[in-house]
């Protein structure tokens, strides 16, 4: 599975950006895609993620309540529409997907997926 990430950019705390991932490949294996993001340094954290038959969603306690996530699946692509940023939200972001049904509570620790894409950048300025 091939993984391509957009959206990314620089906005003023506040603010809002949507993220694009766009999945190719063995999209029918999709059982799960997810969203976690990293500063230089620091661990990976995870964001948001979303189921790709049910649509459930789990998202860090950090964006709850802001962050949206959501999927196309006629067009294999999940979102993360982002609202109310703040300078700490600054980061790469990534898309990933999980290939077989994981707990959610792997995703939580930052593991559980199969496939990861490039990152975007997402920088928000105080």
């Known amino acids: 599975v091939q993984l391509q990430a957009s959206g990314g950019g620089l906005v003023q705390a506040g603010g809002s950006l949507r993220l694009s991932c766009a999945a190719s490949?063995?999209?029918?294996?999709?059982?799960?895609m997810g969203w976690f993001r990293q500063d230089p340094g620091k661990q990976r954290d995870f964001v948001a993620a979303?189921?790709?038959?049910?649509?459930?969603?789990y998202y860090a306690d950090s964006v709850k309540g802001r962050f949206t996530i959501s999927r196309d699946n006629a067009k294999n692509t999940v979102f993360l529409q982002m609202n109310s940023l703040k300078p700490e939200d600054t980061a790469v972001y990534y898309c990933?997907?999980?290939?077989?049904?994981?707990?959610?509570?792997?995703?939580?620790?930052?593991?559980?997926?199969?496939?990861w894409g490039k990152g975007t950048q997402v920088t928000v300025s105080s």
């Open positions: 490949g063995r999209t029918f294996s999709i059982y799960t």
């Open positions: 979303i189921r790709w038959s049910s649509g459930v969603t």
């Open positions: 990933a997907t999980d290939l077989k049904f994981s707990d959610a509570s792997t995703y939580y620790t930052g593991g559980g997926m199969d496939y």
